[in-house]
């Protein structure tokens, strides 16, 4: 189990670290329409390649601190491991960032994903790592499935889909994460922490939605449940904040709510 971080030397480390410098502005980023997090509604955002969602019950704030943790972490991982393909290396300096900001991140081995058909479909294999993890909860694994499928109704190219794809994959090797944050019965946070790391034969795009044969792409996963230190990420939001401030804008997109809307059923 992972020691609790000192905030001194959690806030000594926000403060001094050199994250690689944020993209020029562009005419497409400072357009985007920026949807305001709120409470009593489901949203979800694209942070880099990190998919967050969010149940109902968390707070605004927590929202946006969760988005910066998420972002500084890759951040930082990148300025770390600057090789694409060390995915898993990458992944040793992103889950040490998260611990230093007071998520209690425990589990980081990752295990080969085994399908069981001749198709491998990337999609339907995060749904059932997803649902290994979410279930009985029902709600939570359809928030899961519902962001999902909003980004599925995009096109290619849209800020979204562009910012995922040029964040999560390179060529034949891709990482990405999917999150999801739920206040927790103690009045805490809790997010459902999902990473994974795909290899395959061929170019890949669309890495959410990526398909080939089973023999051909090998895709592990880490996936567990994560309490946050709620006090530790209060006292380092000023120094987060400050850290993103010229990355934010190039590096997160919220989904418009009305897209995790429940689909009608017939």
Not at 69 to 78: E, G, R, V
Not at 235 to 249: F, M, N, T, W
Request: proline letters at 6%.
């Amino acid at each position: 189990m992972p020691s609790t971080p000192d905030l001194t030397r959690s806030r000594q480390f926000v403060r001094s670290a050199v994250l690689p410098p944020a993209p020029p502005r562009t005419r497409s980023a400072t357009a985007t329409v920026d949807e305001a997090l709120e409470a009593g509604k489901a949203q979800a955002a694209v942070v880099g390649s990190d998919l967050v969602s969010f149940a109902t019950g968390v707070a605004p704030q927590w929202r946006q601190d969760l988005i910066n943790c998420s972002l500084f972490a890759q951040l930082w991982a990148k300025a770390e491991v600057a090789d694409p393909t060390r995915i898993f290396d990458w992944y040793g300096a992103y889950f040490g960032a998260l611990q230093q900001l007071g998520w209690m991140v425990q589990d980081q081995g990752f295990a080969v994903y085994v399908e069981t058909s001749q198709n491998f479909s990337a999609h339907q294999a995060i749904l059932k790592v997803a649902e290994g993890l979410l279930m009985p909860s029902a709600g939570s694994l359809a928030l899961v499935k519902t962001t999902l499928d909003a980004l599925s109704s995009m096109d290619e190219d849209s800020p979204f889909i562009t910012l995922f794809s040029q964040e999560s994959q390179q060529a034949s090797t891709a990482r990405f994460q999917i999150s999801l944050a739920e206040q927790a019965a103690d009045g805490g946070l809790t997010v459902a922490l999902m990473a994974f790391g795909l290899e395959a034969k061929t170019t890949m795009t669309q890495v959410l939605f990526f398909k080939s044969l089973a023999s051909q792409a090998t895709l592990r996963h880490c996936s567990g449940k994560v309490s946050i230190n709620t006090p530790m990420l209060e006292a380092l939001r000023p120094d987060l904040s400050e850290q993103l401030k010229e990355h934010a804008r190039s590096f997160i997109r919220k989904l418009p709510s009305k897209l995790l809307q429940p689909r009608p059923t017939a």
